[in-house]
């Protein structure tokens, strides 16, 4: 990451914009996730983000940072790594899409946890089987 700039709008709300070194920008609006790229500003940075048109607009939102997965020094530790990096994706993947899950978009109350829990488990589950499935050539011919 190059670069976080914070930048007040006229109704009082921060928006957070990031610039990579290719020059590419990814805006959030959620405090926490904005002072955690600052802890990665002239660093690597693994970057999750979500598209969207509006207005004839085209955004990027961040939707989280986290320091990259460092490769294992000797390949012992290859396929352990490549489930962690599947399954972290996978959930990243689910929480995107909860409000769909759930039901609404905005949510009048609360969701339990163990409810949550229990709709965004099997959708983690596909998610992660399918970037598996993906990464493994031999399993990706037998799919085609």
């Known amino acids: 990451m190059r670069e976080v700039e914070e930048v ?8 957070y914009v990031l610039r990579d070194d290719e020059g590419n920008e990814y805006t959030t609006f959620r405090p926490r996730v904005g002072e955690e790229a600052r802890r990665f ?4 940075a693994l970057v999750t983000f979500h598209e969207e048109d509006r207005r004839g607009f ?3 939102y961040l ?3 986290a320091a990259p997965a460092t490769p294992p020094d000797d390949g012992a530790d290859g396929g352990r790594e490549e489930e962690r990096h599947a399954d972290e994706s ?3 993947t689910a929480l995107e899409a909860a409000p ?19 709709r965004l488990h099997p ?18 011919d037998r799919d085609r």
């Open 8 to 15: 007040s709008g006229r109704s009082g709300t921060t928006r």
């Open 90 to 92: 996978a959930w990243n």
């Open 58 to 60: 085209h955004n990027v």
């Open 63 to 65: 939707d989280g940072i």
């Open 123 to 140: 959708f983690k589950e596909l998610v992660a089987e399918d970037i598996r499935r993906s990464s493994d050539p031999a399993g990706e």
């Open 100 to 118: 769909w899950i759930v039901g609404t978009p905005e949510p009048q109350e609360a969701v339990e946890p163990e409810e949550l829990y229990e």
């Open 41 to 44: 500003e002239g660093r690597r």
